[in-house]
């Protein structure tokens, strides 16, 4: 059994920067893929970003270039710094951890954490 818990959301004007932290129970967090996903009203989730437990990573398209996944398997916490943020962005951002990945998709992933809002006004 893996618990997450997120933090770092918050209100942003476009353009700016937040960094969310996922933090981790349990004594065998780096043999899990760690993503991070979010979901706005009406919508599924949406994929943004994941990294293996050797830090392979893999991105959405809406996000490459902006936003970076890691993580600090010492702490058992994954981050993800995001950058030059766009009203688009607002969403619910939720932390996964899947023991295996084929798709980068939440049927992929076991546990979740309670998600954290990320609002950018514009």
């Known amino acids: 059994q893996v618990q997450l818990v997120e933090s770092g959301g918050g209100l942003v004007q476009a353009g700016g920067s937040l960094r969310l932290a996922c933090a981790a129970s349990?004594?065998?967090?780096?043999?899990?893929?760690m993503g991070w996903f979010r979901q706005t009203p009406g919508k599924e989730r949406e994929f943004v970003a994941q990294?293996?437990?050797?830090?392979?990573?893999h991105y959405s398209d809406s996000v490459k270039g902006r936003f970076t996944i890691s993580r600090d398997n010492a702490k058992n916490t994954v981050y993800l710094q995001m950058n030059s943020l766009k009203p688009e962005d607002t969403a619910v951002y939720y932390c996964?951890?899947?023991?295996?990945?084929?798709?980068?998709?939440?049927?992929?992933?076991?546990?979740w954490g309670q998600g954290t809002q990320v609002t950018v006004s514009s």
């Open positions: 996964g951890a899947a023991r295996r990945v084929d798709t980068p998709r939440p049927s992929s992933y076991d546990y």
């Open positions: 349990g004594r065998t967090f780096s043999s899990y893929v």
């Open positions: 990294i293996s437990g050797s830090g392979d990573t």
